[in-house]
């Protein structure tokens, strides 16, 4: 009898924590893309002495150090569990805007879109396969749907919200929308390390080689229309970046206030 009980708490206190990770999860997506510092990041970028010969070049690295991670990260999370690489993904989330704020030169600079890079591969789709393994462990299936269209508002009233607080902080101080950032990139991390890992069968970590051959199959050797799927989800996440550098340069060169951004 007393096992019984045991057991029936543990279950209850499971599902619990399989529930709280997705509304743990639709805040973990605002507070990610919660990026006061991106409305006027190229202005940012001009006031440390750099046009947009440099700027561009800064954002390839950033581009290049992204694709080859994105395949990696996720064997990654496989391996060793989901909330462990949204941990070290928002860990990396936060050096690399502190690191941002702080830098003295290009250089720093680099060092800080190299980090940012690897958190967004280490972040993206990682959030979604842990909110699908907790829905599954729940046997909620059918609401994987609605959850994702949540995830996904969180996400973009995270970045609206972000942009208007971005154009306030800029009339107090010019620089207070980097601070801001520095410290806004501590709350992934804090809800982050709350997550509860769904039980779910893991890759084996005794064959890479056949790992690996197994996704490159499933990505663009087992159906067409998931291959189109995943790179259109590539070039996709990429567009929003280039009219963020691109339009923002446009801008000021029209000379509209920067708190207009």
Known sequence: MISFKLSVRRSKMEEHRLQSNIQKIYWLNGSFCFMVLMPIIVPFF??????????????????????????????????????????????????GYIIMALAPNFLWLVISEVVLAVSVSLFSGTDLSLLYDSLQALEKKKAAIKAVGRKVFYRNTGESIAGLVGGWLLLWHFEAPAVAQAMVGLVPLGIALTLYEPPREKMSAKSHKENFRYIWKSLFGHSRLLTFIFLTGVFYNFAPFISVWAFQSVRQERWIPIYFF
Not at 62 to 67: N, S, T, W, Y
Not at 84 to 92: D, E, F, G, I, R
């Open 46 to 95: 001009s006031n440390l002495g750099l046009d947009m010969k440099n700027v561009y070049p800064l954002q390839a690295i950033f581009a290049v150090f992204v694709l080859p991670f994105e395949v990696p990260s996720g064997y990654f999370s496989d391996l060793v569990g989901r909330k462990w690489s949204l941990v070290l993904a928002s860990t990396l989330h936060s050096l």
